[in-house]
Each structure stands twice: as structure tokens, then as C-alpha cells.
């Protein structure tokens, strides 16, 4: 199976932290979280392999069980060069076959779409090695700085990573360096240097490797603008029976009032709604298959606590909730007067803040179940947006 091959085992001495550089958080998620799950995403990568720095094998495998990947990954300890550390992780890369995309963790802006069109390249060409036109001028110099050549800009690329290969040849290739002492910036080299040729598959963009603390902004105002082009938005809509005799639970809290509502569980009609906007918006099926009612471990059970999971779903399949709007109908009890509760409650079950979630009322004029006081229905709208 086709294999990636994940570099984090750099020191990132220029961004002056203790922490890794690629567990620095991009928009609030580890760098290394955005590259993982373009990976774990493409239908073109059977595994993955994480070659972590010296001694944090540990700290590396906590923060990757946190994204609950789809793919087996298997962790590699890194060396003390570049050379050493692709070996160490082509090695532990027990299962390939095919193609390896060796990428660089700092390199957050990879996506699916990219990976799968890489590897149609490198089938079709014998490798693919992301790279985009020059756009500077570029001189070689000696030490002394004395420009020694000028060098046609149209025949000078910059590259990046995935570098695309033959696992096989690409292993053998880093064999050899290992065993010269060989320590190039790239695969492309080491290939190079093993008798192969090497291709370039144009990026659509220029890439950004986090290095310095600048490059976290620039990278954040990149990732920002994707995740605004990659939101999804769910709606929800569910009615409760309004009886006499139980407590009336809504958006997880309990207000003062003659009735409450029907159900197996708690029977909180807004948090309902919520739920299957969310699971919605994340194309993840709705409540009753997630938590059904014939089930009695749903008994009685609060509501907001199933929020809370739901929450953890949406999480799971790499989506940021944004925010969401409720409409509660019901022709009483008042909902203006308890709405900022119900806000609250919701997004702490979610880990949200509070302005992210609002809670409305209305009523229909004494018209249909809940005009009448019968019930009372939600209908919700949550938008999510994906981390890449
Ligand atoms: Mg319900």
C-alpha cells in the first residue's frame, strides 16, 4: 500500500520554543493535526508513518490519538541527521509497497486533492516532487559572496514536499547516503545521487514551511481563509409533547413551569435539535442513530450530555463547529427571559463559547400543537468548517 512518510523530526531551532514547531497550534490545533488528516483523508494513502524527534515518540503519539485517525499509523524515532530520519521511518514502514510520499511536518498546507493528483503523477511520470516557478532571481555565490552564476530563472523551481517515489527505490536510494554519509535538504537529491530522475508536480500555490514565528501568522491567515470556503451547515427540527407531571428541560437547564416535555430521555427538544444540526452539517446521519431510543442506556438520560458526544463526533471527522442558531416555538413559558442560560449551557456541552450559540423564541399566534400548547418544537441550523 502507498505510504506517508512524515518528517517531524526537525529541531525547529528558529522558532525559539521548547515545544516541537509542528505541535505549536495553527488556529488552534497542533501544524502537524493539518497534514495528518489530508493524509488520513486521501483515498490514495494506506498508511502512515510519523517520524518523531529523539525521545518524544511518547508526546507525539498522545497528540496524534487525539485526532482518532482512520489509518494505521506506526511511529519511527528520528536520527541525528535528515538522511537517518527518513531511513529510520522508511524502515519502520513495514506494510509498503506502491508509492511513499515523504512530507514535511511544517508543511501544513497539503491537501487531499493535491496528494491524489500527486499520485496520478507519479504513476503516470515515475515521481512527483511538489514544486512551484521561482519568483526571485536567484544567484549562486562563493563564500566571500562573489556571485559565480546566474542561473536562467525560467529553468528554477522552488521545491517543497510530498516528494513522491518508489518506496523501494526511494529505500534503497537512503540506504546508500546512510552508508556515504550523504546528507542533502531533500529526497530529490538522494534520488539524484542513486542514478534516478526526478519530476516536478506544480503546487497551486507557493508553500509555506513553519520555521519562524512569522510563518505561523502568514500560515494561520491561509488556513483561515480555506476553513471560510469549507464551511458546511446543517439544520435540525424536532417537536416534544408538552404533559403534565415531569420537569421542563430545555437547551440543559431546567426552568420553572406547570409542564414538561414528553420523551425517553430528558426529552430537551432545543439540545435534540442542536444535535442533529451538528451531526448534519457533518453529513454524520442524525441522533436516532447515534443514541436510538429503543436503547435503555437513553433512558432519562440528560440531553447535553449526548451534546457533549456529538461535539466529540464533529471533532473527530475534523471539523471546528462556527456556530449555531436556534428558533424554540412554543407559545409559553417566555424564552427571551432564560435564552443567555440556555446559550450558556449548550456551548459549555460543546466547548464552545457562549456568542457562538444562540437561542431565540417565537410563537405562532395560538395556531397548530405548540399555539395551542401542546408542544413545543425547535428548529436549528449549526455551521462547521473543515480544518483543511
Ligand atoms: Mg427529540
Not at 518506496?167 to 534520488?191: I, Q, R, S, W
Request: charged fraction near 20%.
Amino acid at each position: 500500500m502507498n505510504t506517508a512518510l512524515i518528517a517531524a523530526a526537525g529541531s525547529g531551532t528558529r522558532m525559539k520554543s521548547e515545544t516541537p514547531k509542528v505541535l505549536l497550534p495553527l488556529l488552534g490545533r497542533p501544524a502537524l493535526f493539518y497534514c495528518l488528516q489530508a493524509f488520513d483523508a486521501s483515498r490514495s494513502i494506506g498508511q502512515i508513518t510519523l517520524v518523531c524527534p529523539r525521545g518524544m515518540t511518547a508526546v507525539f503519539r498522545e497528540a496524534a490519538g487525539q485526532l482518532g485517525l482512520a489509518k494505521p499509523l506506526t511511529f519511527a524515532e528520528g536520527g541525528d541527521t535528515r538522511t537517518q530520519s527518513v531511513l529510520n521511518g522508511l524502515r519502520a514502514s513495514r506494510k509498503a509497497e506502491g508509492l511513499v510520499f515523504v512530507h514535511d511536518a511544517a508543511r501544513p498546507m497539503i491537501t487531499p486533492g493535491v496528494i491524489d493528483d500527486m499520485a496520478a503523477f507519479a504513476l503516470a511520470r515515475g515521481s512527483a516532487v511538489a514544486g512551484a516557478p521561482a519568483r526571485n532571481t536567484i544567484k549562486q555565490a562563493d563564500a566571500s559572496g562573489r556571485i559565480t552564476a546566474s542561473p536562467d530563472r525560467n529553468s528554477l523551481f522552488e521545491v517543497y514536499t510530498p516528494q513522491v517515489f518508489d518506496f523501494h527505490a526511494l529505500l534503497a536510494a537512503y540506504e546508500k547516503a546512510a552508508n556515504e554519509g550523504y546528507v542533502p535538504t531533500d529526497d530529490a537529491a538522494v534520488m539524484a545521487r542513486a542514478g534516478f530522475d526526478s519530476h516536478i508536480y506544480e503546487l497551486p500555490w507557493q508553500d509555506i514551511k513553519l520555521t519562524t514565528p512569522e510563518d505561523m501568522t502568514k500560515l494561520e491567515a491561509v488556513l483561515a481563509q480555506r476553513q471560510g470556503t469549507r464551511l458546511r451547515c446543517g439544520t435540525g427540527f424536532d417537536t416534544h409533547r408538552l404533559t403534565e407531571g415531569r420537569p421542563l428541560i430545555l437547551g440543559g437547564i431546567e426552568i420553572p413551569f406547570e409542564k414538561g416535555l414528553l420523551g425517553h430521555s430528558d426529552a430537551d427538544v432545543l439540545t435534540h435539535a442542536v444535535m442533529d444540526a451538528l451531526l448534519g452539517a457533518c453529513n454524520l446521519g442524525d441522533i436516532g442513530r447515534w443514541f436510538p431510543d429503543t436503547d435503555p442506556k437513553y433512558k432519562g438520560v440528560r440531553s447535553v450530555l449526548l451534546l457533549h458526544e456529538v461535539g466529540q463526533k464533529v471533532k473527530e471527522a475534523g471539523y471546528g463547529i462556527v456556530n449555531i442558531d436556534t428558533t424554540v416555538i412554543c407559545e409559553r413559558p417566555k424564552i427571551a427571559p432564560v435564552a443567555a442560560r440556555m446559550s450558556a449551557a449548550i456551548a459549555e456541552a460543546l466547548g464552545i463559547p457562549a456568542e457562538s450559540v444562540s437561542v431565540k423564541g417565537t410563537t405562532t399566534e395560538g395556531m397548530n400543537a405548540e399555539g395551542r400548547g401542546e408542544a413545543i418544537s425547535v428548529q436549528a441550523v449549526a455551521s462547521v468548517a473543515r480544518a483543511f
